[in-house]
């Protein structure tokens, strides 16, 4: 078990979705109306999924996934 959590930074996310499928615990996914980002695809993420291996962080081109 790994004790890191993933952090997303929203602001950084396109919404390109490359991401989403290389999480082996489905604790990413794309929301549509995400709050404040109406109408625009963002990648939100479940904490309670998350293992923290960061599978999904060399998939993110714009630095929008890490580990903390």
Do not use: H, Q, W
């Not at 990648?43 to 993110?60: E, L, P, S, Y």
């Amino acid at each position: 078990m790994v004790d890191n959590k993933l952090s997303l930074n929203i602001s950084r996310c396109t919404g390109c979705g490359a991401c989403i499928g290389k999480c082996p615990f489905s604790a990413l996914a794309m929301s549509y109306n995400n709050g404040e980002f109406k109408n625009i695809k963002k990648v939100v993420f479940n904490a309670d999924k998350c293992n923290g291996c960061g599978a999904c962080i060399n998939f993110c081109r714009f630095g929008a996934l890490f580990i903390k």
